[in-house]
């Protein structure tokens, strides 16, 4: 599945009121660690079929960014209907990643 863009208009309906798990990652094109991390999210995304990833650029979406408290990126969110259930910071390896959404 591909990455899904995440916007505020689209929110509730792809995160919020999803019923399997969404993998979020909050980015801005201008980030070199998110571009460094952008590929491992897209394979991510390729692979697991029983779940959603997304990706919201906080530059076009500061008001979700604010929302969940983004200080830094990349963060990378998992949401469990609808609630943040794992949160990191910084470039990770894929497994961590996967290991958040598996959980």
């Not at 998110?34 to 990833?53: H, W």
């Not at 979406?61 to 469990?80: C, D, K, W, Y």
């Amino acid at each position: 599945m591909a990455v899904l863009t995440i916007t505020k208009e689209n929110f509730e309906k792809e995160v919020k009121n999803s019923d399997v798990p969404v993998l979020v990652d909050f980015w801005a094109s201008w980030c070199g660690p998110c571009r460094m991390i952008g590929p491992v999210i897209e394979e991510i995304a390729n692979e697991v079929t029983d779940k959603k990833v997304g990706k919201i650029n906080v530059d076009e979406q500061p008001e979700l960014a604010q929302t969940f408290g983004v200080m830094s990126i990349p963060t990378i969110m998992v949401f469990n209907k609808g609630e943040v259930s794992e949160k990191v910071v910084g470039v990770q390896p894929k497994q961590v990643l996967l290991d958040m959404l598996n959980k």
